[in-house]
């Protein structure tokens, strides 16, 4: 299998660092095998139908993750207390991966925010399965489904309309 770009980019990195971001970018693939994988911003990132659900990076003195919400962070403050955080990011020692379990809960609560976050204010509606794998996709008005609706299996494949 050819590198993908995240792989690309984390070659760059020395062999303890490197070690620390795969485990990190391995737990992401695992917990949402239905993301894209791109560079945005300069940073490995994993997209859902074209939405940032995480990113992650190294640095010099530590690696980051990017969790694209100040209220993820807020909903595990308790768990991140010993993280250096900042607006956006949240450190981690750069030969130290993660921990993958609370990893597993950010992305876990990051798809539930991404998923409250519609209907958007144009109508535009889109749900996600935890995989990260589009459930429905449609437009709201008044609260009510409008137009065509798509709905899709846990597995990405569309189900036939009703109609």
Request: proline content about 6%.
């Amino acid at each position: 299998m050819a590198p993908t770009p995240i792989d690309e980019h984390l070659a760059s990195f020395a062999p303890d660092q490197r070690k620390a971001l795969e485990a990190v970018c391995a737990v992401i693939r695992a917990a949402l095998p239905a993301a894209t994988e791109t560079i945005s911003y300069g940073m490995p990132t994993f997209k859902i139908d074209g939405v940032a659900v995480i990113g992650f990076d190294g640095f010099t003195r530590h690696n980051s993750l990017f969790p694209y919400s100040r209220q993820t962070q807020q909903v595990f403050e308790h768990d991140l207390a010993g993280f250096i955080r900042t607006k956006g990011s949240i450190h981690f020692e750069a030969t130290t991966p993660f921990p993958a379990a609370l990893l597993r809960r950010i992305l876990k609560a990051r798809i539930t925010e991404i998923n409250a976050s519609y209907p958007k204010k144009n109508g535009e509606f889109k749900e996600f399965y935890a995989n990260g794998q589009l459930k429905a996709r449609g437009r709201m008005r008044d609260g009510a489904q409008v137009g065509r609706w798509v709905h899709f299996t846990r597995e990405g494949t569309q189900r036939p309309s009703v109609t």
